[in-house]
Nanobody, 126 residues
Framework: QVQLVESGGGLVQTGGSLRLSCAASGRTFSAYVMGWFRQAPGKEREFVAAISWGGRTTYYADFVKGRFAISRDNAKNTVYLEMKSLKPEDTAVYYC???????????????????WGQGTQVTVSS
């Protein structure tokens, strides 16, 4: 079992920045791949970014457009999502996810992840 706890969400103006954190506990060695998803009101959960265990391989959704950056600090069992130039359409609950397995080819699918955090709300005012 892996427990994931997100933090860092909040209210920010358009163009602002936020840094989300995801702290992992439990069987953290099972969190080989970490990802971020988000879910806006009335929409399905969608993929944002993923990162390999070593942090050298990353995968981003197209809508990030260079604005977001995923990173991880394995010594702290923490994954980060740096978000810049935020837009109102970025408003969503952001979820941290962990994959109990190696890097795959379908990491944008929610079914590829075994563990999920409770989410943290990000609201971008227009």
């Amino acid at each position: 079992q892996v427990q994931l706890v997100e933090s860092g969400g909040g209210l920010v103006q358009t163009g602002g920045s936020l840094r989300l954190s995801c702290a992992a506990s439990g069987r953290t060695f099972s969190a080989y791949v970490m990802g971020w998803f988000r879910q806006a009101p009335g929409k399905e959960r969608e993929f944002v970014a993923a990162i390999s265990w070593g942090g050298r391989t990353t995968y981003y959704a197209d809508f990030v457009k260079g604005r977001f950056a995923i990173s991880r600090d394995n010594a702290k069992n923490t994954v980060y999502l740096e978000m810049k130039s935020l837009k109102p359409e970025d408003t969503a609950v952001y979820y941290c996810a962990a994959r109990d397995g190696p890097w795959g080819v379908h990491l944008g699918r929610i079914d590829e992840y075994n563990y999920w955090g409770q989410g943290t709300q990000v609201t971008v005012s227009s």
